[in-house]
């Protein structure tokens, strides 16, 4: 007996509850962590056992053995800059006003947070900002004590300069993070204090390291791009500002304004990554509203240091020479037997995300094959769709503080088809290489030739030095990003 069109549409009526109860579910204040979805923001912590688009264990290939590792990492969690502590403070005094102003026309306040009545910023009064916290000290101290427990043989030798070169840039918060890495990685093996600590240098008076780490900083025709793109950016951002104010204002009857929205979630970003706060300014935005947010910044975050602009990452080519010859010289140290302790066994470096992001776009990272293709074209991308749309490209997972990439090189001399190979670890994680048959472990021809060799052609000098006509941006759009 077939059952009857309008039992049929019972069962799919409650299908159809229980689907948006199971969605409701994944987005209830237990489920959703907003200390996970603060786009570059995300303290490392909060997603560094999250994963990424792999779900691949870290192992030692039988027959093969790690013989050098290279290093680029962000500095640790750091306090607002002096710029965001006034953008704060006018936020504090925008918000007296709306209040104020409310009291005056006997407007209710019952919807208002009680936080919000009398809010200051917990930075005013500070003189300077953007300096390395000690959660950004416990972050990268903890992480160097992890690499050496990874790689055993690889920091077994007394500590050079020469042997194990630790370089930043000279912004203290990336020398900061550099330390206190050196100082995890190093505990136990030296004289200094109760955790026998060893002294070691960090290396950033140098004008060519500076340049390979900062290369943002130094790329005037990039700095011209960026200048280029921003109103573009903003466009962008501007209709979600909209259609999140307009629900801010109806929830809290309040007059908010865009610029309050903006400043709002900048001040849960750092509330929930600095102060574990999540109930003040985190509280005032719902799950499907941080997620919005968080995708305007990683827009941001794609289309001015990513996959947005083929300039982005070209100009980090002299550090990927870097990596590559760092390796080079390697594999000419184990082929020669050299004695250890007479050559080089980590190269470590310590920068900003504007380094991160793009060293991780000329490895072709969280890219599907066909954009990888696309790239090595240097073709536009599509923009990350926008939300509830799945999407591989999440600052918070791309570049959180302390985020890092570990390249580690292996010697695996009883393979008939290459002694040498290249592992990519993305925070700690392998992840796959689109350039190496979405494998992660790649051997090291395979590596030049497909990743690196394409970059080769591109002279930092050419690129940044010469004004070069920077064309309208155009950015393709899929159809969870047209919505605008």
Known sequence: ????????????????????????????????????????????????????????????????????????????????????????????????????????????????????????????????????????????????????????????????????????????????????????????????????????????????????????????????????????????????????????????????TRQDTSSLWFLCKQEASLLDITDQACGLFNPSEVALLEWTDDLEMFILKGYGKSINYRMGVPLLKDVVQSMEQAIKAQEEQLAPGSYEKARLRFAHAETLVPFTCLLGLFLEQSEFEKIQREQPLELPPRPPHSRNWWGSMVAPFAGNNLLVLHSCPANPSSKYFIQVLHNERPITMPGCNNSDFCPFEEFKDMIVGPRLKHDYNTICAKKLEQPEQKFETTKGSSSF
């Open 1 to 256: 007996m077939k059952p009857s069109t309008a039992a049929i549409s019972f069962v799919l009526f409650w299908f159809s509850i229980l689907l948006h109860s199971i969605a409701d579910q994944a987005f209830d204040d237990q489920a959703f962590d907003v200390r996970q979805h603060l786009s570059t923001v995300t303290r490392y912590g909060a997603v560094k056992d999250v994963g990424n688009s792999s779900s691949l264990q870290f192992i030692i290939h039988e027959g093969c053995t790690p013989i050098h590792l290279n290093l680029v990492a962000r500095h640790g969690t750091r306090s607002p800059t002096k710029k965001r502590m006034r953008e704060l403070n006018l936020l504090a005094s925008h918000l007296e006003e709306l209040i104020r102003d409310a009291k005056e026309k006997k407007l209710s306040l019952q919807k208002v947070p009680t936080w919000l009545q009398g809010w200051k910023s917990p930075w005013r009064g500070k003189l300077k900002g953007g300096e390395l916290i000690s959660k950004g000290e416990d972050e990268l101290y903890d992480l160097g004590i992890r690499i050496r427990k990874r790689f055993p043989d690889l920091f077994k030798e007394e500590y050079h300069p020469d042997v194990y070169p630790i370089k930043a840039t000279q912004v203290p918060r990336a020398s900061a993070s550099a330390v206190a890495f050196g100082v995890g990685l190093f505990s136990e093996k030296g004289s200094l204090g109760p955790g026998h600590h060893r002294a070691f240098a960090v290396s950033s008076e140098s004008r060519a390291s500076d340049i390979m780490l900062r290369f943002h900083d130094c790329c005037e025709n990039y700095k011209a791009f960026r200048k280029s793109q921003e109103p573009a950016v903003d466009n962008l951002k501007e209709p979600i500002l909209d259609e999140i104010t307009a629900a801010l204002v109806s929830r809290y009857e309040l007059n908010f």
